[in-house]
């Protein structure tokens, strides 16, 4: 089926540990983004990108990278894991406009100990 | 910068109640509006959307919605819930992505409303 896939769907790491979370479309949606999950406060996000080669912080981008070397990828990057980071991570995608909505992936729930 | 406000973290109605989550956004300009629900450890899925036309939409599970601009507001509705739609439930809006001209890019959500539907 088509639609965002999120790798892996739990990991936990230890504080200063680095990892990367996958995140792939199959829609050919130009735009996609990053968000962090946490009681009480929704979802915020954290970097996101309009297209191929392009992209741009968020609301809280401190701690993460990311990179978009095609259409269909949009991996985000923790350099050095700390607890403040254990979250729920969703990943999304749409067109351009954003008129259609935006397709979620499942999550990826981190847990930095 | 945006805002969305939802009233209430928490509401709780009786099954075949009416249901009603409120939203506010801060926007002068009419943003991309959005409902999704999020039921215990699944993503979002989208339940309704206002981009332009008619203000008051339709969605999935029978959920509605209405634009107001003048109350910058878009509250959902539903006339009669059901114990399936206990879960939580975020209004969003869009904003222009800063220098990427002709794209409705970041989604700002609310915090959030859990509804619980009693027997």
């Known amino acids: 089926n088509a639609g965002v896939t999120q790798t892996p769907k739990f990991q936990v790491l230890k504080t200063g540990q680095s990892m990367t979370l996958q995140c792939a479309q199959d829609?050919?949606?130009?735009?996609m983004s990053w968000y962090r999950q946490d009681p009480g406060m929704g979802l915020r996000l954290i970097h996101y990108?309009?297209?191929?080669?392009?992209?741009d912080q968020g609301e809280v981008p401190n701690g993460y990278n990311v990179s978009r070397s095609t259409t269909e990828d949009f991996p985000l990057r923790l350099l050095s894991a700390a607890p403040s980071q254990t979250s729920v991570y969703f990943c999304?995608?749409?067109?351009?406009?954003?008129?259609?909505?935006?397709?979620f992936g499942s999550g990826t729930r981190l847990t930095v100990v | 910068a945006q805002s969305v406000t939802q009233l209430g973290s928490h509401v709780s109605v009786s099954e075949g109640a009416l249901v009603l989550l409120r939203c506010n956004y801060s926007?002068?300009?009419?943003?991309?509006l959005f409902w999704y629900v999020q039921y215990p450890n699944q993503g979002l899925q989208l339940l309704l959307k206002?981009?332009?036309?008619?203000?008051l939409v339709k969605g999935i599970n029978g959920f509605e919605a209405e634009f107001k601009k003048s109350e910058t507001s878009f509250h959902l509705t539903k006339p009669s819930a059901h114990m399936s739609d206990a879960a939580e439930y975020f209004c969003?809006?869009?904003?222009?992505?800063?220098?990427?001209?002709?794209?409705?890019?970041?989604?700002?959500f609310g915090k959030g409303t859990k509804l619980s539907v009693k027997p």
């Open positions: 206002y981009t332009t036309g008619a203000t």
């Open positions: 829609m050919n949606h130009e735009y």
């Open positions: 990108s309009v297209g191929a080669g392009i992209t």
């Open positions: 926007s002068s300009v009419p943003p991309y």
């Open positions: 999304a995608s749409s067109y351009r406009t954003g008129r259609e909505g935006y397709t």
């Open positions: 969003a809006v869009s904003e222009p992505v800063g220098n990427y001209g002709g794209s409705q890019g970041n989604l700002i």
